[in-house]
């Protein structure tokens, strides 16, 4: 009880609340802007922890990601812009919601659940830590190499576009995520002798390119409408939640509980959360035609997951010192530097801060209800700019983010090139939604997939030899196997009435 007391005398000073606040405002600004990201904005904040005692410098970057995760939804919904790789995964549907007419209800359901997803991921955090980092760190290649592969099956639930455009989609992912060094010879691979290709293709500038670029090329052709408002008058934002909620707990409840567990996955994070999120709740949908239509109920599922995720990603951070995402990687140098060392004995060592960054946790996500309402009245007021105007400031902040991502022009040239490529593919019906997918899980896929080979000597039976492993791997390929049934089925009931 003691350590608790004092948590909240160190949470509670006045100091520590003005960096939240500070943090908060900050946080909401980065992630709402196309092509800055909560990472980013985590990166960004380290250099002013090094003057601050531990609390408020944990609070900052807390706080800020949180409101990152948050903010990506509000240009996602409003311009097809996702703020955040999080948003990524629902922006369309978003996006269709708003040009429905509906743009106060999906506001009002990404804040809401957002706060509500982010505070199931620290209950989850506060109370079952130990648990989940000592399962997730049970994970070896084999389990990675699976979980992968059913992350990969997601993308035939992440469209209604016809089934072969969307493997096209899934495939082009894939292939792009295998330029640059090979992860077992060292070997560069379709670089074209530059240097730069090397590291690969940039998955931020990637997704900045596929969704903002293609979308302002697409604004282009229609400069005859420059005068007109792009967004209508957002007004009360917490009509029909109720609805919502009373139709779609399970969905939240599923979103959050993937969320979390994800995000306690070294290396996972809060966007693959919310692709696996989206597809599951477009898979298990009653009315699963009407996603990519404007459908709240994917975008319930999530936007609680990528929210709950950010709790579970500290799980294993705290506990185990590893990293469930690139922002915890960067939190726990900030520990380190702090004399906080993550793993077992922080818990004893210093119980007071572990509960100060729990309290905070908590505080970040109250204070994203009134913050996220302000953020959302008034981001209107920006977006009424002619489209003449704005297009052009938008483009010089996807510039700036992919600039900033890879500290040279590469990254706009690959964000340039990549709008090209998203307009082009999606003019001709291809989503660009799988592609990205691909790009996100094909390193881990072919990483696990080399080590795998190399551990078992070629032995694909061993693939299935761990019980974890064993029953992704049996889910997977059940999975395909459906899949499979259910396109050969009317493609030979067709031949046999021919």
């Known amino acids: 009880m003691e350590p608790l007391i004092q948590a909240f005398g160190l949470v509670f000073d006045p100091f520590v609340l003005a960096v939240i606040a500070v943090s908060a405002v900050f946080g909401m600004f980065v992630g709402a802007m196309p092509g800055l990201t909560a990472t980013m904005a985590t990166a960004l904040l380290v250099p002013v922890t090094f003057f601050m005692p531990p609390v408020p410098a944990l609070g900052a970057i807390v706080t800020a990601t949180a409101m990152a995760i948050f903010a990506g939804d509000i240009p996602a919904a409003m311009l097809r812009m996702p703020g955040t790789p999080a948003s990524a995964a629902y922006t369309d549907e978003s996006y269709a919601m708003t040009q429905k007419g509906q743009l106060n209800l999906n506001m009002g359901v990404n804040l809401v659940f957002s706060v509500a997803g982010g505070l199931i991921g620290v209950a989850v955090l506060i109370a079952a830590a130990p648990v989940l980092a000592e399962f997730a760190l049970n994970f070896s290649s084999f389990e990675y190499f699976w979980l992968a592969c059913l992350g990969l099956t997601c993308a035939v639930f992440l469209t209604n576009a016809d089934p072969v455009k969307g493997f096209l989609s899934l495939f082009i992912g894939l292939l792009l995520a295998t330029i640059g060094i090979d992860p077992s010879a060292g070997f560069p691979r379709f670089t074209f002798g530059e240097v730069e290709l090397m590291q690969g293709v940039n998955f931020i500038a990637t997704m900045i390119g596929m969704f903002a670029v293609s979308e302002l090329l697409r604004g282009v052709t229609s400069l005859r409408e420059a005068g007109q408002v792009v967004v209508q008058q957002v007004g009360n934002m917490f009509r029909g939640l109720g609805d919502v909620a009373r139709r779609y707990w399970f969905n939240f409840l599923r979103g959050s509980a993937i969320g979390t567990v994800i995000g306690a996955l070294p290396g996972a994070g809060a966007d693959i959360a919310a692709w696996i999120s989206y597809a599951v709740s477009k898979r298990f949908s009653k009315e699963p035609e009407k996603f990519g239509t404007g459908h709240v109920e994917g975008i319930v599922d999530s936007t609680s997951a990528n929210n709950s995720a950010l709790g579970g990603a500290w799980i294993p951070a705290l506990v185990f010192g590893i990293p469930g995402d690139s922002i915890t990687a960067i939190v726990i140098g900030v520990l380190y530097m702090k004399g906080m060392n993550p793993g077992p004995t922080v818990f004893t060592e210093n119980p007071q801060l572990i509960y100060a ?142």
């Open 357 to 498: 960054v729990f309290l905070i946790f908590i505080l970040a996500n109250l204070i994203m209800l009134p913050l996220g309402w302000a953020a959302i009245k008034s981001a209107r007021q920006v977006l009424r700019t002619p489209r003449n105007i704005l297009l052009p400031v938008i483009l010089l902040f996807c510039i700036v983010g992919s600039f900033a991502m890879t500290n040279s022009l590469y990254g706009v040239a690959i964000m340039l090139a990549m709008g090209l490529f998203g307009w082009f593919l999606e003019s001709h019906g291809i989503p660009v939604a799988p592609l990205i997918l691909g790009l996100v899980l094909g390193e881990m896929l072919e990483q696990t997939f080399v080590q795998n080979m190399i551990k078992t000597d070629g032995n694909l039976i061993a693939f299935f030899s761990r019980p974890i492993a064993g029953a992704l791997g049996i889910a997977t390929v059940l999975i395909w196997g459906i899949m499979f049934l259910r396109v050969v089925r009317p493609a030979r009931r067709g031949i046999l009435r021919a």
